[in-house]
Nanobody, 118 residues
Framework: QVQLAESGGGLVQVGGSLRLSCAASGLPFSMGWVRQAPGKEREFVAAISWSSDAAFYADSVKGRFTISRDNAKNTVYLQMNNLKPEDTAQYYC??????????????WGQGIQVTVSS
């Protein structure tokens, strides 16, 4: 069972920055973040491969958020700059474990709150 430890959320003003971290107990295939605002569906934010430099972003965060990783620590980071009120949400760390060539298994963190005040 993979354990995920998230940190770094909080309250910030519009235009401010936060950095989220998620440390995993295992070696992932990829890791990333999704978020869910009250009354809305969960949405993809960003993801990064553990075996290449490939990183992926939602259009809504491109140019403002940067995902990175520390392979030695099995940790993924999400640097969030120029935060907007619409970024307010519960952010969940996602860990993908490769089960076969065509199958991965998802693990989820407990979630961390990010609130952007205007």
């Amino acid at each position: 069972q993979v354990q995920l430890a998230e940190s770094g959320g909080g309250l910030v003003q519009v235009g401010g920055s936060l950095r989220l971290s998620c440390a995993a107990s295992g070696l992932p295939f990829s890791m990333g973040w999704v978020r869910q605002a009250p009354g809305k569906e969960r949405e993809f934010v960003a993801a990064i491969s553990w075996s290449s430099d490939a990183a992926f972003y939602a259009d809504s965060v491109k140019g403002r958020f940067t995902i990175s990783r520390d392979n030695a620590k099995n940790t993924v980071y999400l640097q969030m700059n120029n935060l907007k009120p619409e970024d307010t949400a519960q952010y969940y760390c996602n860990y993908k474990q490769k089960e076969s060539d065509d199958l991965t298994h998802d693990y989820w963190g407990q979630g961390i709150q990010v609130t952007v005040s205007s």
